[in-house]
Structures are given as structure tokens and as C-alpha cells.
């Protein structure tokens, strides 16, 4: 048996790989992704960069004692450097530059976190991660969890709407727009009736409208909505594989800002621990789960089938 689940090969798409944070500059810090050391490196000019974590010459491991030397990377054995591309640009003691390189993984940076590109086919990126409001929204907490699971699995919850009425208590749940797939993006939007326990009132039950925006496998972004008190949250779901069988989820909230300061404090922290409570709900699921290929669906289900069609196009090889 290879791994736990069926699927031929990792999703090709945008990955979360990190909070920017975590790599400040003249940083170099190892990953493991897509069941594959790599590491990412902040040059002197800011920029981050990702590239493969074995050094094309004897094979020393770039992220154990390699360093930063403006926009290049520095292999700790023999001191040969790397441009951001992954080209050999220096070997300290030889006139004759080789032409070696190590590969190097498209990355971009966005609202705080660096994403990777992964194509098994090693085809270019076709689609952008999106740029969302940040503009007037509370700074985002992020947490993240290492889980026996896969991307697919974790995006499915947004086709399966009869799960929110079981495992995170919700009434009335309901679509609002069916979901819809446009190419690598899907979107949804539903309704449902749950605790008020994200505006402080957990014996209540608050009206909700939920969008849910998925870019690919590896990034869904919730808009939450709870009418009663006019509170716009945000959740992303950031799934990443670090092997077949494993993923890597992070979870980011934060809410849009109000009026009042003291408010939104309270609002931003409420919301925060309330979506995590239900996320962890998910995350128990999900650790101990199977997938079944084959599953038998019946109304009131939701489109997991549509999804599963939709989903089937990141595992197929793509034009280069
Ligand atoms: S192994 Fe990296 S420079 Fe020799
Ligand atoms: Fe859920």
C-alpha cells in the first residue's frame, strides 16, 4: 500500500509555505513539502526566495549552516552562491563558474505569508493567489496544525452543507448560491442559523452568511457575515501537503474594524476562538477520517460530487 489516500499524484496549485515572519531577513529556514526538503531565504533586499535544500555540487543541506549574502544563497560546505533563481552565480575558488543550479520554487508574497507554486509537471504558475481587503480589517492570527489529511479532503467541507448542521450545531443551513466552479476557483455562499459564542452572546443563536471562496486545493478564504450584530469576519483555510498522507493547515482570522476600538477588540478575539472551536471540530474529523472514492450521497448532501469533479483537474497534467 502507498499512501492513505487514492488520488495519482500531489495537487498542482498555490500553497501556503509560511508566515513572512517566520522568515526574517537573511533568514534561511528548511520546509518540507510536497514530500520534499526545501528552504526559503530572505535576501538582504528583502525579497524571499525558494529553492530546493540540497546543493547541486556534493549534496550538503543549504538550510544547515548556509547563509545569506545580499540576494544570494551561501552552501555552507564549499561556499558556492545561488541567485534567487537557483543559478550557481560564484565558486570561490575556481575561474570557471559551472553551470549548475538548484531548483528553485515560484514564490510570492502576500498579506504576510509566502506561497509556493507546486507543479509536479513543473509547468509555470497560471493563476495569482488573490489580493484581499486588509485595508480597515484587524491584524490576523494565524494557527497552524500538522495533520494525517490531504488538501482535497479539508476543501470538501465547503460542498458538504449537512456537516454544519451536525458536527458544528448549525440551524437552517442553506444555500444561498449554489456552488459554483469558474476553472481553478470555486465559490459558495450559505445561510445558517449558530451560536452567538462570536459575539459573546453563546446561549443566543445569530443569523450568518458565509461566502466561501476556494483558489485551487490549498486556499479557501470564508467571509463570515453574522447579521444580528454586523460583524464581517474572515477566516482562511490554507492547506498544504508536506507528503501524500500529511498536511500542513494553517488557520488565519481576523475581522473587519468598527466604530468602536474597544469593540472590535473584543469582536476580533471572540470571533477568533468561536471559528477556531468549530475548525477544530473539523480538524478531529479530518485527522482520523477515510476517504471514500465511491461515497453514497443523498439529498440535502450538498454538490460533493460536483466538488470532486471540480478537484480531479489538479492531479491531470496541464499544457505547458
Ligand atoms: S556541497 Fe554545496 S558548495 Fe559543495
Ligand atoms: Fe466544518
Redesign the pocket.
Known sequence: MTGHFPFPRLPYGWFLAAQSSEVPAGAVRTFCYFGEELVIYRGQDGAAHAVEAHCPHLGAHVGEGGCVVEDTLRCPFHGWRFGPDGQCVEVPYSARLPKVGMRAWPLVEKGGFLFLWHDPDGNAPDWTVPDLEEEGWTDRRCVDFTLRSHPQELME?TA?IA??GC??GARNHRYLRQWQARGPFADTKIGFSASGAAVGAPDNFVDLEINFALHGLGYLVIDSHVLDANLHGRVRVCATPVDADHVRVFFISNVRKMADPAFTGMADELFFQAAKA??E??VR?WSHKVYRPRPVVVPGDGPILAYRQWANQFYQPRAA
Open positions: 467541507n458538504d456537516h454544519f458536527l458544528h468549530d475548525f471540530q473539523d474529523v
